[in-house]
């Protein structure tokens, strides 16, 4: 069967060069084979999240280190900021995994604001909140640095921030952020197959786990410490990805932090230029338009266009490409176009051709 090229949210589409390093013959996750291969990459989990703290490797989705940071890091009551399918989802987790919660809910389409987060933390019911960064469900992307900010304010909470579709594609300075967790997986702007979640904790997050007595064992983040200063794992880890990582490294670096970090924003700007052009508006608020995937209304403003997505999106595939039809309760009334992972102007120029073909069918 002809390979469909992947440009939906995640997964994303997976070069050759990174498949063949998964395939790297096996070796013991406890033999200094494997602690070489965790010792290679420190350096350069660290150097990507501009992070002194050891950065951590974890066989699950992203999900395992969300429930994992709830169990570890809540006490009293955590603040869900939620602002689509996926930050609302964490309102559930939360109380799935026995926490008080409470859920800061923002219209789907607009962001966490940090004034809207300031008055709920001043009222010292919480020691943990959770935030998506780049809510993939809509295409917003909340100004993280200002929510951060907050934590000078309130130093016993608990900042657990989600950056599964933004780590790596844009500038995320763990140390000089100052929250608590900062986690992501791999199948997204890493462009790893599906399967490795990279997250760092702060030392006041390791204190606070510590503390805990039913933080369980898998997510246990006192063990991720423990393990990551003798280049190891927990548990058994997905070798396979590892030695992806190791290679995606590699290319990021050669490529030059900024210069990746440009590549998104402008791939992204692209995107919304070739929606633009077609008489679509954007779903996400104006200013806070993820620079990874463009979330594109379909009709749901006036003056917008509206067209058969799941037309659009055959037409698309039978091209060769895969685009997201909107998800959640905004599904057909947005479609979703992913530029993250290893896309280039010229990539993205082959999917904007598709499209434009497509739309003269419609």
């Known amino acids: 069967m002809t390979h469909v090229k992947l440009h939906i949210p995640g997964p994303v589409e997976v070069s050759a060069k990174t498949f063949q390093a998964f395939c790297q013959p096996m070796i013991g996750h406890r033999g200094q084979g494997f602690k070489d291969l965790y010792a290679k990459i420190q350096p350069q989990l660290q150097q990507l999240l501009y992070t002194k703290q050891l950065v951590f490797l974890s066989t699950s989705s992203a999900w395992g280190v969300m429930e994992g940071a709830a169990r570890n890091l809540v006490r009293k009551r955590v603040l869900n900021c939620m602002c689509g399918a996926f930050s609302d989802k ?208 379909n009709g749901a403003k006036p003056g917008g266009r509206a067209v058969d997505v799941p037309k659009l999106q055959k037409l698309v595939k039978d091209q060769g490409f895969l685009i997201d039809g909107g998800y959640g309760k905004i599904k057909g009334t947005t479609f979703r176009i992913s530029n993250m992972g290893d896309e280039t102007e010229a990539t993205m120029n082959q999917l904007y051709a598709a499209l434009d073909g497509a739309m003269k069918q419609l």
């Open 90 to 297: 964490w309102f559930d987790v939360s109380k799935r995994c026995g926490k008080e919660a409470e859920a800061l809910q923002a219209p789907w389409g607009s962001p966490i604001r940090p004034e809207q987060v300031e008055a709920r933390l001043a009222t010292g019911q919480f020691d943990a909140l959770t935030i998506i960064h780049n809510e993939t469900s809509t295409g917003v992307m909340s100004r993280i640095y200002e929510i951060a900010a907050l934590k000078k304010k309130f130093p016993d909470v608990m900042f657990i921030v989600d950056a599964v579709s933004s780590m790596s594609a844009v500038k995320l300075e763990f140390d000089a952020l100052g929250v608590d967790v900062l986690l992501a997986g791999t199948q997204k702007a890493f462009a790893l197959p599906p399967g490795l979640a990279v997250f760092v904790c702060s030392p006041a997050a390791l204190a606070k786990a510590a503390g805990a007595t039913d933080r369980g064992y898998y997510f246990d983040f006192v063990e991720f410490q423990k393990n990551a200063e003798q280049s190891m794992t927990p548990s058994t880890p997905s070798i396979g990805h590892v030695h992806a990582l190791a290679s995606k490294l590699d290319d990021i670096f050669a490529e030059g932090l900024e210069a990746r970090f440009a590549r998104h924003k402008k791939l992204a700007e692209m995107t919304r230029a070739w929606a633009a052009k077609h008489g679509f508006t954007l779903f996400p608020e104006s200013g806070f338009e993820s620079v990874t995937l463009t979330c594109v209304n």
